[in-house]
């Protein structure tokens, strides 16, 4: 069974501008999470979308955006780039909310 | 606010070394995971529990609900043990997983 997968991998962009992030889960997995990384910060809850509703928000401003498509896959977007959105963005898979949750190898987001 | 504190913050040791890893948070939680990041990123999700103690391999973890802590222990390290060990907890008032800062972890040969 593949993987999750996430496109790009790999982004450069420059501030003001607005990007958008693709996550596929396992298939038959219907909810996925996001999640943001930063040296600083560590590892932060983005948010949860479980069938095409978003279940549970972090604490990030009203820029970080995502939906959740009727075949499960993902996309978050974040508008008006500022540089400390420089970070990897990880989206993770799961059968139920309380299941172990499958990561995906990230997209790694730079922000000039 | 969940705080979740991981100890120690950085760890070497020798392989074949017993290995502990401490989390404990400060709100009582519904599920913790423990889950290991490779460098590159990649985090694979190593054990979620709820009660008591489960067993992976080389890989042991327990939680005691009510101190509010947990462990994960490894047997007979390796170098390819090398990684940062995550904790992560659900519940406990916030919305989604709040994480540790991590434990790098080297095991060297």
């Known amino acids: 069974k593949a993987g999750v997968t996430q496109t790009p991998r790999y982004l450069i962009k420059t501030r003001g501008q607005q990007v958008t992030l693709s996550c596929s889960p396992i298939?038959?997995?219907?909810?996925v999470s996001w999640y943001q990384q930063t040296p600083g910060q560590g590892l932060q809850f983005l948010f949860e979308y479980f069938s095409e509703t978003q279940r549970n928000k972090g604490n990030f401003p009203g820029r970080f955006s995502g939906r959740q498509f009727s075949n499960s896959r993902s996309e978050m977007n974040v508008s008006t780039l500022e540089l400390g959105d420089s970070a990897l963005y990880l989206c993770a898979s799961n059968l139920q909310p309380t299941d172990t949750q499958y990561f995906g190898p990230g997209t790694r987001l730079t922000v000039l | 606010k969940n705080e979740v504190e991981q100890s120690p913050q950085n760890l070497t040791a020798q392989e074949g070394e017993f290995i502990t890893i401490n989390c404990s948070y400060s709100v009582g939680i519904s599920a913790l995971h423990w889950l290991q990041q490779h460098p590159g990123g990649g985090i694979v999700s190593l054990f979620m529990l709820s009660s008591g103690k489960k067993k992976h391999g080389r890989l042991i973890a327990t939680i005691n609900i009510q101190e509010k802590h947990s462990s994960l222990h490894i047997t007979a390290s390796h170098p390819r043990d090398s990684a940062v060990y995550i904790c992560?907890?659900?519940?406990?008032?916030?919305?989604?997983?709040?994480f540790g800062k991590g434990t790098h972890l080297i095991i060297q040969p």
């Open positions: 992560a907890v659900v519940g406990g008032g916030a919305d989604g997983l709040t």
């Open positions: 298939s038959g997995h219907r909810s």
